[in-house]
């Protein structure tokens, strides 16, 4: 994946020659894409501690302004970019699916931090989604925890090669009966209904975490709680002390 | 599913329900608040929480007590460092472990520092509400990522510390570090004096803050509210000053408070605890000695979690975090995980009042008073 090339097919002293004329030579797919790539608007959309780092960026010290993409929007109408920064619950995936469904082609979605990639530091959690892939395409994934806001712009241009490599003949949203309307989980009483769409993730075989740790940690059911009165009661003198 | 919400005068034709959130670029995250209108006054608000629930409690009872403490900086992810903190007491009285002298102030220095960052986000997210959109951001966030320099510098993360330790710090501050601190308490005032002359006596803001959300004594105590919140009423209650944990009794610094309660008092009572800590600040750095940084009976605790146990018992330490008392409560079965962990968090508990706050107020008000109160959303879902 690199940045679309001027391939116009006019050699380059004439190019300049023409430049220097005021006649511009290029490609509707060069233009098209420097012109989305340059200017991407995000959604203003915090969703745990990634936010953070995701305003950090935002301003003055690494000002994402440099990137075309300091326009944070906060209706996701006006958007082509969804920055998922912290935790997805279970309780919040149906509002982030409905919120891209909402954003009008052509749209991305970047995953910051390891909580919306795979649940993070929470996956062992009963409420949080282990990876906000299981319903919408992701683009771009930026691991961290919380990634800094370098790793955000890195992320960034990542997504602003992607979309210099796209073609705007076969691009999708061009085609004909376009529908990329992702199903809205619905959050039931045991999770999320369906668990995942079929259609963009589909369950690994293997069990990545045991392989990576080498056992999955089981951790015994406590059924007694303790008894604190007897712990703070006075202890009884030994016996033999007394005497 | 279908969602209820029982306002008080529900079907009368003259309301209006509005939903805020959780999606809203003022709820601080993403809280939800469902707002009954008439006209513009607001006549009923409902907080929907839940929406950032990541299992904390439940994820400590399968825990080692030590593993436990990064999960605390994600609370509060604006001052991490005062959630160790309070964690940190826990263990420790749990356990009874003592505290290097050196430690201690290595500790308030860091907390006192985490406040700072807080108060200038605070402040900074509070005008983002009002409208000023972005400006006063970006000033406040100019400083604080001088501190947040500096936090990497020593603890090795930006946001997320994880520098405490029960028994102590993770690692010792050297002299540059403690020149670096310096530095910042020498220029801070120079940077508060340039945003007050901003804000402080700025028109738009005080019409806009002046007299909006008070919060009367008797409600503020009677709904357990803590913090600058419960300062701005014009209660003078600090655990640094009550409880004097940690080392606090011995720096000499006030307790600001305000007169009326509105949220322009909760924007001034914040912008005065940054001086009082910056005075903290100067003593600690003044007068921190030379010694050990983790007490030697908490090695076992931390060189070999899974095998610490903690004798049967119970524990909860208290701390004024930024936003309030931050409590941790810890129940000891002895096995190696905890039965019990409960954080009281203080953002929660001073959202409580919020409807009470609100009635009366027009709709733009709301947005103020959810500001002023300064709410992290993973401290109040957990
Ligand atoms: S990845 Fe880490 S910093 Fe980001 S939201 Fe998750 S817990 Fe917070």
Known sequence: MGFTKNKAGVDTPLRTELAKKGVVWTTLDFLYNWGRRSSIWPMQFGLACCAFEMIAAACARYDIARFGAELFRASPRQADLMIISGTVTKKMAPQVVRLYNQMPEPKYALTMGACAISGGPFIDGYNVLRGIDRYIPVDVHLPGCPPRPEALLHGLMELQKKIASQEIQKTAWYQKGLKREFPIPEFGPNGLIPKFNPEVWQPSKENPRREHYGQTILVGKKLKAPDLELAAAPQPAAPGAAA | ?382
Not at chain 2, 245 to 270: C, E, H, M, T, W
Not at chain 2, 314 to 319: K, S, V
Request: with cysteine.
């Open chain 2, 1 to 382: 599913m279908k969602e209820t919400f029982n306002f008080k005068n529900a079907g009368n034709a003259e309301t209006l329900e509005i939903n805020f959130g959780p999606q809203h670029p003022s709820t601080h995250g993403v809280f939800r608040m469902v707002v009954q209108l008439n006209g513009e006054k607001i006549c009923g608000l409902k907080p929907v929480f839940g929406y950032l629930h990541r299992n904390h409690e439940q994820i400590a009872e399968n825990l080692p007590y030590a593993a436990m403490m990064p999960y605390t900086d994600r609370l509060d992810y604006v001052n991490a460092l005062a959630n160790n903190f309070g964690y940190a007491l826990a263990i420790e009285k749990l356990a009874g472990l003592e505290v290097p002298e050196r430690a201690e102030y290595i500790r308030v220095m860091m907390a006192e520092l985490a406040r700072v960052v807080n108060h200038i986000t605070v402040i900074g997210f509070m005008l983002n509400d009002l409208g000023a959109f972005f400006t006063p951001l970006l000033y406040a966030f100019r400083e604080r990522e001088r501190i947040l320099d500096l936090f990497e510098e020593i603890t090795g993360s930006r946001l997320m510390c994880n520098y405490l330790r029960p028994g102590g710090v993770k690692r010792d501050l050297t002299d540059a570090h403690l020149a670096a601190i310096r530095a910042i308490v020498t220029k801070f005032p120079a940077f508060l004096k340039e945003f007050e002359a901003l804000l402080t006596k700025n028109e738009i803001l005080c019409m806009r803050c002046q007299n909006i959300g008070i919060l009367p004594v008797d409600a503020a105590t009677n709904a357990g509210i803590t913090g600058p919140v419960l300062r701005a009423s014009g209660v003078n209650y600090d655990i640094r000053k009550v409880d004097a944990y940690s080392i606090y009794n011995r720096f000499d610094f006030k307790i600001p408070l305000g007169q009326k309660g509105d949220a322009y008092d909760r924007y001034y009572v914040r912008v005065l605890e940054i001086r009082e800590s910056l005075k903290i600040l100067e003593q600690a750095l003044a007068k921190i000695p030379q010694g050990d940084i983790v007490n030697k009976k908490a090695f076992p605790l931390l060189k070999m979690p899974r095998n610490f146990k903690p004798p049967v018992g119970e524990a909860y330490a208290r701390i004024e975090s930024p936003k309030g008392e931050l409590g941790y409560y810890l129940v000891s079965d002895g096995t190696p995980q905890p039965w019990r962990y409960h954080v009281r968090a203080p953002s929660l508990i001073n959202l409580t009042l919020l409807e009470e706050m609100c009635l009366g107020q027009k709709i733009a008000d709301a947005i103020i008073i959810l500001g002023s109160i300064d709410i992290v959303l993973g401290e109040t879902d957990r």
